[in-house]
């Protein structure tokens, strides 16, 4: 075990945390939001009445290094092909799309959500894991 824990980029590892930081605050503001508050059932006054989201940007952050150490172990030894920046990147929107994708819908469909939902989230990790591969594969 800590033979392939020796192998992981820390510092990657936690770039890819700031990485998803500020792709979801790109994606839930100015490209999304306003449909994601919609299918929520939020208004910008409630999310500006509900103070800073720290606890939970906090609690994202540390399931993104999770995620990060997944996909570089992926990387590393999964013996998956990934050459470069671009093959890291195809490696992580297909875990997104495949792996996470069709593991939480599931979870969507129970629990009536809509499918502009489900995309809307996808969206925002397909995103992610596309640059935290991309980053994973260019920086060994």
Same mark, same amino acid.
Do not use: C
């Given at each position: ?13 936690? &770039? ?15 490209? !999304? ?9 939020? &208004? ?9 989201? +720290? ?8 399931? +993104? ?10 990387? &590393? ?39 502009? $939902?489900?995309?809307? $989230?996808?969206?925002?990790? &397909? ?10 594969? !260019?920086?060994?």
């Amino acid at each position: 075990m800590m033979e392939i824990l020796s192998q992981v980029n820390w510092l990657a590892v936690l &770039t890819s945390g700031v990485i998803t930081l500020f792709v979801g605050g790109l994606w839930y503001g100015p490209i !999304a939001g306003k449909a994601w508050m919609e299918e929520v059932g939020l &208004t910008e006054e409630e999310i500006k009445d509900s103070g800073a989201p +720290t606890a939970a940007m906090i609690k994202s952050f540390i399931a +993104t290094l999770v995620l990060a150490v997944g996909m570089s172990f992926i990387i &590393t030894w999964s013996g998956v092909a990934v050459g470069d920046w671009l093959g890291g990147a195809v490696v992580g929107a297909t875990m997104a799309i495949l792996v996470i994708g069709g593991g939480v819908f599931p979870n969507y469909a129970f629990e009536n959500k809509s499918l502009r $939902h489900f995309i809307i $989230h996808m969206g925002n990790i &397909t995103v992610s894991l596309a640059l935290i591969g991309a980053l994973l594969a !260019a920086w060994r």
